[in-house]
């Protein structure tokens, strides 16, 4: 007679989710409820199986969302390009560092501004303060700044309205990950924008897209390596003709910069540009340009528009003076500019309200004030328009606003120019 061998089962463990809805919806009593019976044990399988499924499920779900991850946080961190499970955070700070990257908004500076100094303190950590009676550090290192100044002058962030550009410039100490912050940017931004990230330098300043965001209405960067054409920057069909006889690619008047300049040799030499809607500046208006003499002692005209329109010159005494063009004198500078070193002057008017500054110090002298009017006229960059009084030296970074520039803006462009931050 053979005997049939029941086999061990094992022991009853606790019942998964799975399995006791399992019983929860049979009807009572039909199935045993052990565990440790041939139909138990069967039951279990089974279940273990769906429970399996759930918790994997579970699982996507949870870590679809950052606030839940914790087995993929890592991924998280590798996908918006920070620090990859950082020592000495817990997840709680690891959570709020990925979700600071992964800020959704509308398209406005503040949101953009948010998302790029995420980036930076995420990859520096967050800064301490080492004072009294001092602060521990361990073999773990607590995260510092790299004794860095104010997050503020670790990036700018630059704006080209006029062709839907944007530049990033970042501290070339943040070690950021550049590919990642920038998918993060155009996430944001409507299509047609673009952004470009450069973290090729330690200080984080550029003078051609400060002007850009600044926002006058012509530029020309006079770096030119030959003529004829002097470029015009913000809308492309200002340009200039070189006129006579220049020296270019001359050294230029901006730390940092690798932009040149022209010489003009103070008889032949100057730039006309077609008359145009954005060369008739008004009564209201700033004119800002760098610039570096070879003659003093006689007058020398830098820009003329024409009758009654606006006209700036190097007076015989070598003050700078704004006229009324074929009418007179409205101000002079109250100090006079005898060597030969660059130099930044910014004149504005609005109205009656006149200032000269010369390197970001306001050196306006006694005002007659006159109003000024447009015309039809060319605009002359380095003569009379009559062809005399021509300019001998060299001229950076010309641009022309129909709105007079605060103290404010025109100190931080002074600041932008010498690659200081401030």
Not at 123 to 130: D, K, S, Y
Not at 190 to 208: H, N, Q, R
Not at 249 to 275: E, R
Request: glycine share 8%.
């Amino acid at each position: 007679m053979t005997t049939l061998l029941q086999p061990t089962l094992p022991a009853e463990v606790t019942f998964t989710i799975a399995e006791l809805n399992f019983l929860d919806e049979s009807p009572p009593g039909l199935f045993p409820e052990n565990q440790n019976s041939n139909f138990g044990f069967k039951r279990k399988i089974f279940c273990d199986q769906i429970q399996d499924g759930i918790d994997q499920l579970n699982l996507i779900y949870s870590e679809r969302f950052v606030q839940t991850a914790v087995t993929f946080l890592d991924e998280w961190e590798y996908s918006t390009g920070i620090p990859i499970a950082p020592t000495g955070i817990s997840d709680e700070q690891r959570r709020a560092n990925i979700l600071s990257i992964l800020r959704k908004g509308p398209f406005t500076r503040i949101v953009r501004k948010k998302i790029i100094e995420s980036y930076i303190n995420v990859a520096f950590g967050t800064p301490i303060l080492l004072l009294p009676p001092g602060h521990p550090l361990d073999p773990g290192g607590s995260p510092l700044l790299i004794e860095q100044t104010a997050l503020e002058n670790l990036y700018r962030a630059y704006e080209d309205i006029q062709r839907f550009r944007y530049l990033v410039k970042i501290d070339s100490d943040a070690g950021i990950d550049q590919a990642a912050l920038q998918i993060a940017l155009h996430r944001i931004t409507p299509g047609g924008i673009s952004f470009t990230i450069d973290t090729s330098e330690t200080v984080p300043l550029d003078y051609k897209w400060d002007t850009f965001q600044t926002e006058p209405e012509v530029y020309w960067r006079l770096g030119e390596s030959a003529g004829p054409t002097a470029q015009e920057e913000m809308i492309g069909n200002k340009d200039g003709t070189y006129n006579g006889t220049f020296t270019f690619a001359q050294t230029g008047a901006l730390a940092g910069d690798t932009d040149d300049a022209v010489s003009f040799d103070g008889s032949t030499a100057y730039i006309s540009v077609a008359d145009a809607t954005e060369l008739d500046l008004g009564d209201i208006f700033t004119i800002e340009f760098w610039v570096k003499r070879n003659v003093t002692g006689t007058l020398q005209y830098l820009f003329t528009k024409g009758g009654n329109a606006y006209a700036l010159a190097f007076e015989t005494d070598d003050t700078i003076i704004l006229q009324k063009h074929s009418v007179g004198t409205i101000v002079a500078s109250n100090i006079a500019i005898t060597d030969t070193n660059w130099h930044y002057i910014v004149i504005t008017k609005n109205g009656a309200i006149i200032k000269i500054y010369i390197d970001n110090v306001d050196r306006t002298g006694t005002i007659s004030n006159q109003t000024l009017t447009n015309n039809s006229s060319d605009l002359n960059i380095g003569r009379n328009d009559a062809g005399s009084n021509y300019f001998s030296g060299l001229l950076d970074e010309v641009a022309f606003y129909k709105k007079a520039l605060s103290a404010s803006i025109i100190s931080r462009r002074w600041d932008v120019g010498r690659d200081i931050l401030s």
